[in-house]
């Protein structure tokens, strides 16, 4: 079965069918886990993906905590399940805004105490 989100000629996704194929497929589900699974696997059919984690903020301590995971190293899922929202880490995440950008990037200042990952 082909992906009608692939354009046949340059093999590149075609971002109205693939919005609109995702819409389709959530509205489909009514578990969370399945939906941020579904999420995932759309996300890695973007070229530019090859490992992504979503986070949810606790509201009592405003920290991170990893509930849904791709392609991220086993090393990394361990240190990174629970994210102070004093660390760099947290404080780009809590703009709203999506990372781009390598974990080593977003952590080299705080690698000397270790106290963020």
Known sequence: MEDPTLDRE???????????DVTVALSNLTNIQESLDLLLDYAFKLDIVDS?????????????DLIAHKGVPPGLIERGKHIPKKSSFAEFALKGKPIYRAYSDLTQNERGNNADL
Do not use: A, K, R, S
């Open 10 to 20: 340059t093999d590149t996704i075609d971002p109205i069918h693939f919005q609109y």
């Open 52 to 64: 992504v984690g979503l986070f949810i903020v606790n509201e009592t301590t405003e920290d991170l």
